[in-house]
């Protein structure tokens, strides 16, 4: 061993990617993994999905299992989350201090509750944990009807478990159509079919105005809706708050890298949702809150730290299941002119341009198009190429 020691904060994708990454890219320092949540690193996309549907177990979303722990020589510690952040040391909330000669911020995102009254209940749900997951579950075992707010990803996969789990769900859209502002009409328009295939009721163009006693609530469409179960998909907050204290440089709520994923302080990276690092290929900073991003982004600061080459040059993407049905979407998500849509033989395709560029590409049954949308995005070039 060294004298060098790497500190991560935070045991999601970043995190537990950038441990491996340091000690595959030869980083020999002690390497200790600080996390706030009780569990065991885990898979997140599946709690929207099977594992809330009670078809997966806690066993089958490990992100890790054990024996990598020990083979790579990573101290694990769960439960204890880092509050302090100084030079060359971070402590916890229970006193204990970790120093460091390299440090990698991957604290993540929290779900957000909107301020509005009653949505600060008990009894109303969100969504981001394996045990905020299983409780959800468990409150759904309890009741007949569900009402979810918020139509994107997350709550339409969750709408679509709760309903097949047997509860009467009701989504409640802001918008015309599920996505419409980054995805547009047409896929918007896909999407609330799937969700009415899979009995769920889409109630478009109704917010939420407030939430009485965890189970009534009322929208600014003037309806009062009375139900077993409140959840809240309203969005999530990059948790800066540590960076912030310590002084890195924050920009639109978000934790300012360079494509090497390094902060505006030397031996400090920063990796995942908590991030607005800069792309080499898109030549500016992106933020992103996918989980593969997750796992790119922390490969780079692990490897950094371990003082190997690596960039952040890829299009950032992701997948969604709504319930049987996939959807693929990689751009760089800042922005489009025009939406094209495409469909044949059950399969489609949105092409997404700017200035005659393309810059983003969603697909469903249509992995071909997905593939080449990614090389075209990347290499800048124009829509005619794409058809």
């Not at 079919?193 to 769920?200: D, I, K, M, N, P």
Request: with cysteine.
């Amino acid at each position: 061993m060294s004298a060098e020691q790497l500190v991560v904060v935070g045991s999601g994708p970043a995190g537990v990617s950038a441990a491996r990454a340091y000690r595959e890219a030869g980083g020999t320092g002690e390497v200790r993994l600080l996390s706030a949540d009780d569990d065991p690193p885990y898979e997140r996309p599946p709690l929207s999905k099977d594992f809330l549907r009670g078809e997966t177990t806690e066993d089958e979303i490990s992100l890790m299992d054990k024996e990598v722990y020990q083979d790579l020589d990573i101290g694990l510690a769960l439960g204890d989350p880092v509050v302090e952040l100084n030079d060359g040391e971070v402590r916890t909330a229970a006193g204990r201090v970790h120093p460091f000669t390299q440090c990698v911020l991957a604290t993540g995102a929290e779900p957000i509750r909107p301020d509005l009254p009653g949505a600060d209940h008990e009894a109303v749900r969100v969504l981001r944990s394996r045990r905020s997951s299983a409780e959800l579950r468990d409150a759904a075992a309890d009741a007949d009807e569900a009402i979810v707010v918020g139509a994107g990803f997350i709550g339409c996969e969750a709408a679509v478990s709760l309903s097949r789990l047997g509860l009467g769900v009701t989504l409640l859209c802001p918008d015309t159509v599920p996505q419409r502002q980054r995805l547009g009409r047409d896929a918007g328009e896909l999407i609330a079919g799937w969700l009415a295939a899979e009995g769920v009721r889409l109630l478009r163009e109704t917010s939420l105005v407030s939430i009485t006693g965890g189970r009534r609530v009322r929208t600014d469409t003037g309806w009062d809706l009375d139900t077993g179960l409140v959840l809240l998909a309203t969005g999530v907050r990059p948790r800066v708050e540590l960076a912030e204290k310590a002084g890195l440089t924050i920009e639109n709520g978000r934790i300012r890298t360079d494509e090497r994923m390094r902060t505006s302080r030397a031996g400090i990276c920063a990796a995942g949702d908590v991030a607005l690092a800069h792309n080499a290929s898109a030549g500016r900073a992106l933020p992103v809150e996918h989980w593969g991003e997750g796992l790119a982004m922390g490969e780079i600061a692990g490897r950094t730290a371990a003082g190997a080459e690596a960039v952040w040059d890829a299009v950032p993407g992701f997948w969604s299941e709504i319930g049987d049905r996939t959807l693929k979407y990689a751009a760089w998500g800042d922005g489009y002119d025009h939406a094209w849509p495409a469909s044949r033989d059950g399969a489609f395709t949105v092409w997404y341009e700017r200035d005659g560029v393309v810059v983003g590409v969603l697909t469903h049954e249509a992995d071909e198009d997905y593939e080449r949308g990614s090389d075209l995005i990347r290499e800048r070039r124009r829509l005619e190429d794409a058809r």
